[in-house]
């Protein structure tokens, strides 16, 4: 099963409100984009190489600064929170933009009213991995050993609301309500060393 994950570049919402002449001076100082994962990851990845990219064209330094955890709300909020005047970026996906909303009755922000997209980055297939001398080397496998043992094998995400997560959940759902464990973690960087050590799937 294939799903995509999509990438945005967003910034605060009142930049928006910036007047014209102010806004054709930007940047004249170095900009921060905020990476919702640790380093080593893909998305960690993708923003070092934007950031390169986007310091040649605007001549001033984009530096990276990587706020994992927290299902991406400790990266979302410290965007939130910082000055509204486009030096702050963040690379935001489904879940820090969307779904979290829905998740958590407390989010310190609302994504439609805080932020504001400036452009869709890019989308990232996913799909189930194994190790390779894993006993599940097929979908249907997996589903059978799920259920001979429910909730004894383990799956790895980005995060508790992440597109992972819900997307998994709601195979496992459709899958004839399998039970998996989910062990959430702060990016791709960890999973994937979690699953070469011994954990059964990861996504």
Known sequence: MRILKTFFLVLLFTLAGLAPA???DWPTRPVKLICPFPAGGGADVLSRRLADKL???WKQPVV??????GGQIIAATSVMRAPADGYTLLLGT???LQ???FLFPKLPYVPAKDFTMITRMLGIAEVFVVKADSPHQT??????AAKANPGKISYGSAGMGST?????EWFAKTAGDIKLLHVPYQGAAPRLQALLGGSWISR
């Open 55 to 57: 310091s040649v064209i």
């Open 164 to 168: 992972v997560h819900i997307v998994t």
């Open 22 to 24: 102010r806004a054709q």
């Open 99 to 101: 779904t979290n909303q």
């Open 94 to 96: 489904e879940a820090s």
């Open 64 to 69: 990276v600064e990587n706020r994992p955890g």
């Open 139 to 144: 979908i249907q496998q997996l589903v059978a």
